[in-house]
């Protein structure tokens, strides 16, 4: 009895137990960008990457396999939808009632061989090269300017300045003199020098 052939009956070339091919699709110059995720849970064979919605498990295969050498053993992917919020986030104003659901996001979960774990390295514990101070400091001022001019500011008064109890209290107890503020100006309306000197009216 002869051996059963490894094609279909149509004589076609393609064997009845198809094996996609690896590493063979040609990508020059790919116009996409995977980010790779820090996943401290997982197994050090697992890597999670965000990958752009239009991309499948064979493209996201080939990629790490021709430039990186990395053997993927499975993929799972998910999308996860954004929350949906109100107007659009280039809006300055969100207008009620007007709903708008941000772009999705597609995940990747890679499984790669256990004997060629990937593993992050651990987390520099000196930041000065990085600036950090200067970035935190950035980002604490703007977002203490967006406060100040949101529309919630005449709720959230400035707490660098003194309020007009502080100042009576300090008038009463005699902490400090009053001073009208014209002595301060001159006639061009510049400031004068002496401002902070002591003025008897």
Do not use: C
Request: hydrophobic content about 35%; overall charge positive; cysteine-free.
């Amino acid at each position: 009895m002869p051996a059963p052939k490894p094609y279909h009956r149509l004589g076609s070339l393609v064997p009845n137990r198809f094996i996609p091919p690896k590493g063979q699709k040609k990508v020059y110059l790919p116009n996409f960008t995977l980010t790779l995720l820090r996943t401290p849970f997982a197994p050090p064979n697992y890597a999670t990457f965000i990958v752009p919605l239009n991309t499948n498990k064979f493209d996201i295969k080939d990629y790490l396999y021709q430039l990186y050498g990395v053997e993927v053993i499975s993929v799972r992917s998910y999308i996860k939808q954004a929350k949906v919020r109100q107007d659009k986030p280039s809006a300055r104003l969100p207008k009620p009632n007007r709903w708008y659901r941000p772009s999705a996001t597609k995940r990747m979960t890679i499984e790669m061989p256990a004997s060629a774990p990937f593993v992050w390295p651990s987390p520099p514990e000196d930041f000065k090269p990085w600036d950090k101070d200067m970035h935190e400091t950035a980002v604490k001022e703007r977002e203490a300017e967006r406060k100040a001019v949101g529309p919630d500011a005449k709720r959230n008064p400035k707490g660098d300045g003194k309020t007009l109890r502080q100042q009576a209290e300090e008038l009463l107890s005699g902490k400090k003199a009053w001073r009208p503020g014209w002595v301060d100006w001159d006639v061009t309306g510049r400031v004068r020098g002496d401002v902070g000197a002591q003025v008897e009216i």
